[in-house]
């Protein structure tokens, strides 16, 4: 077995890319067989220590997509350096078995450091699952209560609208309050809402990524055995929650931690096991919270990405210092918006404009389509609003860094100035 050099034309993938050059420095011998003869090559793909990684992102763009959405860079590169052999298993992460040891050490790691980033007590389960925060609309009803019981809906958002409408197929849920007539441009005061005393619990999306609201605390319900259920998919691991004000939280991975096709849910174990007996199986938490997110086979690859994630995210010292981060950057942009005397507007009320999503409209709203065309020139995509509201809208969720929100405000002083 002669050992061959990466530059060679079988080598893996890991080595020059037009976007990464990775030299390998340690030598890991993965067996491979050719049609003529088996041979080994020189391939590190083990851990970062032992690469010398060198990023060329200026040959990625600045993503400001609301989801899937842009990733840490090192991540991307590390699961890069780390797809073709993890950690000397000989195989991808992508070919484990769930119910290997590998893999069970990745989803308990992913676990145990999104226990220490949220501070999740002990008493709360964390589950990694399928199906979107769109099938939490079903489950959170399904799981919580029975088919008659009442439930309150506080509707900041289109989100929040189809969570309610999904609701109404399992239980007997009210909206309380709700923003469409304003536009979805505000957080009501939770002094005069008019919760439900019986309801089993109030529903809140912590942030809606679509109109821009997010909530800066949070209502309690009347009920004193009702619980709250948020929906934080996309502003969740961007700031630190206080998760025991919570019944349940629910995100889907695919904004700040991770690709699409994981969707994580937080729950008390008290809430457990009394889902409605029609509860499909796979929708079923107890089922999941007693099969450790195993009981069928779960989106390995995208829970090793989130585990990525998560250990990014501490190593950047926790949830505190990616919020200052995250209100770095959104301040700079509001700023910007709030400062161009009209040419840019942002709709949303100050107090509850969100760290994440920043929509923001043209007065000249002729000028969207050029706006757009120059942006991308300058390699900055995905700043077209959502198709329901129009205007653009930057999100910057955690993963995007200050460098691309100070580019988009040059950029936008400098379109301002050439069509004021
Ligand atoms: N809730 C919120 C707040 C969202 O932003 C989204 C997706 N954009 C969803 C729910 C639906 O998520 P999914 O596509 O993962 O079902």
């Not at 070919?95 to 790691?109: A, L, N, P, V, Y």
């Not at 209502?219 to 055995?225: E, Q």
């Not at 994580?264 to 174990?269: G, L, P």
């Not at 020139?377 to 509201?389: I, T, Y």
């Amino acid at each position: 077995m002669a050992a061959t050099s990466l530059n060679a034309p079988n080598a893996p993938l890991l080595q020059k890319t037009h976007q990464t050059h990775v030299f390998l420095k340690t030598i890991s011998t993965i067996p491979c067989q050719t049609s003529a003869k088996r041979f080994s090559i020189s391939c590190s793909a083990t851990t970062q220590d032992r690469l010398s990684v060198q990023s060329q992102s200026q040959d990625r763009v600045f993503n400001f997509a609301a989801g899937p959405a842009t990733l840490p860079e090192n991540v991307l590169l590390k699961a890069q350096s780390e797809l073709y052999n993890w950690h000397g298993s000989g195989m991808s992460v992508m070919e484990m078995s769930h119910r290997g040891k590998d893999f069970r050490s990745i989803i308990e790691k992913a676990e145990a450091d999104l226990r220490s980033l949220l501070n999740i007590p002990e008493n709360y389960a964390v589950l990694f699952l399928q199906g979107g925060a769109t099938t939490q609309f079903a489950a959170v009803p399904l799981n919580l209560c029975a088919p008659g019981d009442s439930v309150d809906y506080l509707v900041t958002g289109s989100w929040g609208d189809k969570a309610f409408k999904e609701a109404k197929k399992y239980c007997n849920p009210k909206v309380i309050w709700s923003g469409k007539s304003e536009n979805y441009v505000r957080v009501p005061s939770f002094d005069g809402l008019e919760l439900n005393p019986n309801a089993k619990y109030l529903h809140i999306c912590a942030n809606e990524t679509i109109y821009g609201v997010e909530f800066k605390d949070y209502p309690v319900p009347r009920n004193p055995n009702g619980v709250l259920v948020a929906d934080m998919s996309s502003n969740f691991c961007s700031k630190p929650v206080d998760v025991t004000k919570f019944g349940l939280i629910y995100a889907g991975a695919q904004k700040n931690v991770g690709p699409s096709g994981v969707c994580i849910v937080i729950v008390r174990k008290d809430l457990l096991g009394n889902a409605q007996e029609s509860t499909p199986v796979m929708l079923d938490y107890k089922i999941h919270a007693d099969n450790n997110s195993l009981y069928n086979t779960p989106p390995c690859y995208g829970i090793y990405m989130c585990g990525l994630v998560f250990e990014d995210l501490l190593k950047q010292g926790g949830l505190e210092e990616v919020e200052k981060k995250n209100q770095k950057k959104a301040g700079i942009l509001y700023n910007a918006i709030d400062e161009s005397k009209g040419f840019y507007r942002c709709p949303v009320e100050k107090s509850v404009r969100s760290l994440m999503n920043v929509p923001f409209t043209l007065e000249k709203s002729e000028l969207g389509a050029e706006f757009l065309k120059e942006a991308e020139k300058e390699k900055m995509v995905q700043l077209k609003g959502h198709r329901s509201v129009g205007g653009m809208r930057a999100s910057i969720y955690n993963a995007m860094p200050l460098a691309g929100v100070e580019k988009l405000v040059a950029f936008m002083k400098d379109f301002q100035a050439k069509h004021a």
